[in-house]
């Protein structure tokens, strides 16, 4: 994956996280509420992927 993949992606699974999250409290359950954060987390890890991607890519143009 590209650098600008991986920050979609990651974006999206920040959002889904959220909303996984969101209807875990409504529904006061709190398995779907630990998932929604794991899956924001892992939408950060792919974010912060993406921009060291992007970095390295960023440096190696300027070499």
Do not use: C, W
């Not at 969101?22 to 006061?28: E, I, K, R």
């Amino acid at each position: 994956m590209g650098s600008t993949s991986d920050k979609m992606a990651g974006k999206g699974n920040e959002i889904a996280g959220k909303v996984k999250q969101a209807a875990g409290d409504l529904t006061d359950n709190s398995e779907l509420k630990a998932k929604g954060n794991a899956q924001e987390a892992k939408g950060h890890a792919q974010q912060a992927k993406g921009k060291i991607k992007e970095a390295g890519k960023e440096f190696v143009d300027r070499l």
